[in-house]
Structures are given as C-alpha cells and as structure tokens.
C-alpha cells in the first residue's frame, strides 16, 4: 500500500478524511499530524484523537505540531467548526494522548527512515508543520514521493474573495511548500466546492448501523453557518484522501501556482496559471473537477467498515 502521512486541523471534513483513511487498508498510515487552523491547536489535536478512538485505531500515532502560523497570527474558523471544532459528532472526550514527539520532528522522523520517494504527504490544513520540515531538514525532500494537499482556490475564495482558509491562514508555509521542488497535487475550493453529499446520501449514513455514520450524519446536518455559498457542507479533505484510493473519479491540469504572502486583500491567493500564460513550469497538478455522486457512494461504503 501507499505510505502516508495525514497532517490535520480537524474540523469536520478532516475528521471525515482521517476516517476514510483509518477504513482503507490500502493506506499504510504512519502517522497524523495536527497543526493549529480550524481551532487552535489543543483542540485539533485532541479532535486528532477523537477520531482515533471513534475508528478504534489508537494503533497511528497522533503528534501535535505548530501552534501558529510561520508569521502571521493565527486566525480560526469558530463560525464554522463550532467552538470546539467538531460541532454536530457528539463525540466523548479523548481518554488517550498525544505523542512527546513534536510532530515536525516525527515527519522528518518518518522521512529520513523511508526510502527515496516513498511517502505521500496529505497536509488537510495550513502547511506550516511541513514548511518547518523541509527548512529544518531539508534532506527528507527525496524521501517525499508525492504531496496531497487541500488548500488554494482556482477561483473565488472562502475566507475572503481571494483566499481559500487554509493558504490564508499560513501563506508563507503554502509557498514554501509549493516552492519545495516535490510533485504535488492540489485541491482547492473549485473541486471541493462539488464534493457536497445530496439529501439522500447524507440520510444514508443513518442506515450504516455504525457509530461513525452516526457521527457522520450528525456533522453533515448541523446548521450552516451563513454566507459561504455553498448548499451543503463541502467536503474539501476527504477528497485527497479520495483521490489516493479512486484518482479515475478526479481530473485535473499541471499548473504553475503562486501564492501570495503580502498581508493585503490577496494575502493567500493562489495564481494559477491554467492556461500556460506565463510559460513557467508546473509546480502541482491542480485538481477541477470530481464525479461526486461516486466519491460519496465510495466513501460512505468505507465508513460502513468502521466501528
Ligand atoms: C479548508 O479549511 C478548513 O476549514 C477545512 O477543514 C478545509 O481544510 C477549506 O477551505
Ligand atoms: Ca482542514
């Protein structure tokens, strides 16, 4: 199987992705990473181990990383998360704990350990704790084979016109990362803005007869938050996952993509040069589209499996 990496601020699409991923066997998942974003980083990490204990995989190490942004203070998403960041799992606190391992050190743990191009990366939230990586150890970059990412917008924005949350958050990360010379493939609001379950996938979760589908349900349905323009909860992090297990249901272009770390109205655009204008080389494959009656049926399918 693939080896991997999650790194995470959950969030309920998070905590969708991280079950997807502890419900497929094709993934060898070596560890989840949290990383301060949606809520701060207590929370994200104990929401890490939330999730764990709710799948029964206490077995994948949970590390906690950044506590903030490289620069920028750092700014959270309550309004949509709920001030726990998991509004609507009705989940009982963590009994387990976190690594002593900071999570920086476990990435570059985990690389130096692999062979060359060998681990596949799934940063779900700001990109700080792998900036810190690669400038600390800039060694393991061979040992990446690929970095998965949600973040970045070919279009419009979500926390602002210009940005999507996660490059907003931590700009000078994202474009460190894109910057890091490693194949990458993005996704940003443009496929994950169609990755919204209907009504009646969403009332299938019910029908699982598992307590992750309970869970699930109960994230899918809580009230929207208004304002975001979407019709439903989009599910942005499931999709890298998704896309290692089922890539025929995504496609998508090589790009360049730049990102802007100024702090005014564009701070955290992602530029991406989809029509080859400015005849630079693609640094990430970016993803536009996604066959979302599929992904669900797919992905609903895998949390059955679970506890
Ligand atoms: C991204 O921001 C977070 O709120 C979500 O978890 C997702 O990673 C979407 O912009
Ligand atoms: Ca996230």
């Excluded at 790194?7 to 992705?17: E, I, L, R, S, Y």
């Excluded at 009982?92 to 060998?118: C, E, F, Q, Y």
């Excluded at 890298?240 to 702090?263: K, M, N, Q």
């Amino acid at each position: 199987g693939e080896t991997i990496v999650i790194d995470t601020d959950p969030g309920q699409d998070d905590a969708v992705a991280l079950l997807l991923a502890f419900a497929s066997p094709e993934l060898d998942l070596k560890a989840v990473t949290t990383v301060a974003g949606n809520v701060p980083l207590a929370l994200t990490t104990a929401n890490a181990l939330r999730i764990r204990e709710l799948a029964g995989r206490e077995d994948v190490p949970v590390h906690a990383g950044a506590d903030r942004p490289l620069l920028f203070p750092l700014s959270t998403a309550e309004f949509v998360c709920g001030p726990d960041g998991l509004a609507g799992a009705d989940l009982p606190p963590a009994r387990g704990k976190a690594s002593s391992i900071h999570a920086v050190d476990a990435l570059i743990a985990i690389l130096r350990a692999a062979p060359d191009n060998s681990v596949t990366l799934c940063p779900l939230g700001p990109l700080t704790n792998l900036a810190l990586a690669f400038r600390l150890a800039p060694d393991v970059l061979p040992k990446v084979k690929r970095i998965v990412l949600m973040g970045g917008a070919l279009a419009l924005g979500n926390i602002t016109p210009a940005a999507e949350f996660n490059v907003h958050v931590d700009p000078h990360a994202a474009a460190i990362v894109f910057g890091c010379g490693r194949p990458i493939v993005m996704f940003g609001l443009g496929v994950t803005h169609q990755a919204i379950a209907s009504h009646e996938q969403v009332a299938r979760l019910l029908t699982l007869g598992n307590a992750v589908g309970r869970v699930v349900h109960g994230m899918l349905t809580r009230p929207r938050p208004g304002g975001l323009g979407t019709a439903g909860h989009p599910m942005h992090d499931p999709c890298v996952i998704a896309f290692l297990l089922w890539p025929e249901l995504f496609s998508g272009r090589d790009c360049c993509v730049e990102v802007e770390t100024g702090d005014g109205p564009l701070r955290g655009r992602t530029t991406i040069d989809w029509s080859g204008r400015l005849k630079r080389p693609a640094n990430a494959h970016v993803v536009a589209s996604v066959e979302a009656d599929a992904l669900f049926q797919r992905l609903f399918d895998r949390l059955a499996t679970l506890p």
